[in-house]
Each structure stands twice: as C-alpha cells, then as structure tokens.
C-alpha cells in the first residue's frame, strides 16, 4: 500500500503532510446523534526507527489515545489485551491480523511508523477499518521532533474528518477568564485545557472573550481604564482597536465570515445592541426596544442574531431575522435565560437558565423548540460554548467549590473537568479551527 514520496524541504517551525490514501467516506459517526455509540479503537506502540529513538513508541501512542478519547466519540482499548508482538507493531496491511483484532473487539486501528534522525522525524500514520479489512486513511508527516504534538493532532484531525465530515477540535483554542494572578485576565488554553496562558496583564476585570470566526482576532471587556471598554484585537499582530464610549462596552459577537461585530452599547442611556466593524467604528443599531438588549450570538450563517433582553418582564431569548427586522421570541420555559450560544451547525442554541434556584445549561432545538436541560444539581453551571463541530460544549461551573472550567457532550455526557488553575475560571468561549504553518 505504499506509495512514493515528494521530498519537500522542512522549514523551521512547519509540519508538512502528504497523503499515502484516503476516501471520503464519512458514514462511521453521526455526532448529532444523543446516543451515539462509541468505537472501539485500537493504538499500538509506534514502530520507531532506530532503535535508540524508542522513546516515542509510546508518547505517540499515548498522545493519540489521549486525543482521541477526549472527542468522546472512541472506547481507546487497553494496549495489553493486544495480541502483538511490541517490537514489532503492525504498521500496513501485509503486517495485519484482523480477525486478531477484531477478536478483542477492535473496529479501528491507528498504526504508525516513525523514522528519527537528529532532531527531525517523519512519521507515517494509517487508520484501518479492522472490519471490512480496509485502509482508510494513511498520512505522512515530516517535522521537528519537538513538534510531534502537532503532527499527531493533525492526523488526530483527519482521523475526524474522515468519519463524521468535520475538522473536529485538535486545532482549536479555548479563551476564557482566570482570577489567579488577583485579577480577572484573560487567559488561552488548547483544546483540551493544555498549555494555559495569560493573555492580559490589566490588573484589573476582563470579561465576556469572543473569537472571529477565522480565529484570528480576540474581542473582550476590560476595566483596564477604570471603565468598560470594547477591546478587539490580534494576539498575534499585537494591533487593533477599542471602543470606549459612555457607559457600558460588553459582550462581543463576531460576525460570521466577516470582519465585523455586534455588542452591547449603553452610549444613548439604553442597553441595546450594535454592529461595529472590527476597527470599532459603529455601523448600524441592531436593537430599539426600551429596556436591556445583551449577549448578541450569530447563526452560521450570519442572517439571524439571538439575543438577551428583558421586554417580557425577565431575561429571555429572542431571534432577530438581519434583512426583514422580524423579531421572535425563543424561551418561554424559565423565568431567567441568559448568555445564548448559537451551534455551529445551526440547528440548537445552548444557554444558560435559573429555574428553583439552580443555574443550568440548555439547550433549544430550533426545529422543535424543544428545550432539553444538559446539567443537574450540580452548582451554577453557565456560559456555554460550543466546539466548533458542534459535538462539544465547554461552560463554567463552581460544583467543585471554586469556579472551573468543564466540557461535555452535546448530549449533555462524558461531563468533565477541562483545566484546574488558581483563582476562578469562566466565560469561556471556544474558538473556530485556526490553522498554523
């Protein structure tokens, strides 16, 4: 099954990938399913050469497990029910006993082969359907040995996208606010809660972090100045811009595809929303209704707003069809429903909701209008956010005693601690898939 192979020259800091094979098949996850089954996969110990590299036999293996696994969508057997020889792993068909695998309950099978020399690697990653005997996906890698993270997250990523159609979450970040350097900064951290870092050193309160859709810019809350301002910028250009007008500057939502944002405004006396380019200029009054208009979120596809405003009486969530200005109201379960995130995929809008003293995280399917509740009697659950396949939402909760950060299933399972830091972490807001060189 091997093919030949381009030889391209590395650069500092770059991981290239050439295919071996893949199909475009996507018929093994439906991650809109509540009850979805998960796979048993299979990850051996990488083949390494030379032998004097085996230190990354099994931080490869251990890598993939450990990503895969946090997806929720794999049951990551157990290495030592595997019938193989661990010097000699499997690799490609020639080396494979499916019946073997299958016999330990195995469907998919992740090999690899990796050559080290110096400090460079290339690395060869296959997944197997171990049922129907088939190679479905086979990537080559060539890359620094420091960065065999990224290499393996971004097979991790083709692995997802080739069973359900998406780019998953490996390539994502989290911004989110964290108390424990004794003010409130903002903070990224990874998909997973690894490689935590303060952003802002303000000495003051930063709220309310929302991403452009392309990842690349950050837009945030910050009383760095003694006042609520609109901050918007590129963390990585270090520019942009800030909007500081009377009153109060908040809750950022980025326009789809667009280099534009709605937020909150209080300049006239009145908290409505607005849309404001990315260079903080204002464009156009989104909300007019007496009382507080908040907390803006954005269908996909940019034609409808969601928002937060009191005009029943209490905080509910309204949608706001763009070009005809027609406005409807969403919940009417809850007497206090607040902070709307609108899916990736358009079809749910997840949110936070006080009901008999508990606050909790549903979420509405947009089709039924069905409300469904995600957390129970389990602390003050809020500020969800989606992942951006729509399979995961990260929120905040204090049900461990300090506010944490924590990640479940769209489905409301696998409920678990993402990251634990000093001080209190919240608002966090999951990024789109960023892709670096």
Request: charged letters at 20%; glycine letters at 8%.
């Amino acid at each position: 099954m091997k093919r030949p192979y381009i030889f391209i020259p590395l650069i500092f800091f770059m991981i290239f990938g050439f295919p071996l094979i893949s199909s475009a098949q996507h018929d093994y996850i439906e991650i809109s399913n509540p009850y979805l089954r998960k796979i048993p996969i299979a990850v051996p110990a990488a083949r390494i050469s030379p032998a004097s590299a085996a230190e990354y036999s099994d931080k490869t293996a251990e890598m993939l497990s450990k990503y895969l696994n946090f997806t929720g969508y794999f049951k990551i057997l157990d290495p030592r029910t595997f019938l193989m020889d661990r010097s000699h792993p499997p690799v490609d068909l020639p080396d494979i006993n499916f019946p073997a695998w299958n016999n330990i309950g195995t469907e998919l099978l992740v090999t690899t082969y990796a050559l080290v020399q110096n400090d460079l690697i290339e690395a060869e990653f296959r997944l197997f359907d171990t049922v129907k005997g088939q190679l479905l996906i086979g990537k080559k890698y060539k890359g620094w040995t420091k960065d065999l993270k990224k290499i393996v997250l971004r097979f991790c990523s083709e692995i997802i996208h080739h069973l359900t159609g998406d780019w998953g979450i490996f390539e994502s970040r989290i911004a989110f606010i964290s108390s424990g350097s004794g003010s409130k900064e903002l903070w990224f951290c990874d998909f997973d809660g690894s490689n935590p870092r303060q952003i802002t050193r303000s000495g003051s309160i930063t709220l309310t972090p929302a991403w452009s859709s392309d990842g690349k810019w950050i837009a945030y809350t910050s009383y760095e100045k003694g006042r609520p301002d609109l901050y918007i910028r590129h963390p990585g250009q270090k520019r942009g811009a800030v909007v500081s007008k009377k009153g109060i500057n908040t809750t950022p939502a980025w326009v789809p595809g667009k280099f534009m944002l709605a937020a909150t405004l209080s300049f006239s006396g009145d908290q409505d929303i607005y849309l404001l380019s990315g260079n903080g200029k204002m464009m156009k009054k989104l909300t007019g209704k007496w009382g507080i208009d908040t907390s803006p979120t954005w269908s996909p596809d940019g034609s409808e707003m969601a928002f937060v405003s009191d005009r029943s009486g209490s905080p509910q969530i309204y949608i706001k069809h763009i070009a005809s200005g027609k406005t409807r109201r969403l919940t009417f379960e809850g007497r206090y429903n607040t902070q709307p995130a609108w899916s990736p995929k358009g079809d749910k809008i997840a949110y936070s909701s006080i009901e008999r003293g508990e606050i909790n995280i549903h979420i509405t399917d947009l089709k039924t209008q069905a409300p469904i509740r995600l957390t129970y009697s389990s602390g003050k659950n809020e500020s969800p956010s989606w992942s951006p396949d729509g399979s995961l939402i990260v929120f905040s909760s204090d049900r461990e005693g300090a506010g944490r950060l924590y990640v479940m299933t769209a489905a409301g399972t696998d409920q678990r601690r993402l990251l634990s830091l000093p001080g209190e972490q919240s608002s966090p807001a999951w990024s789109s898939r960023i892709q670096e060189n």
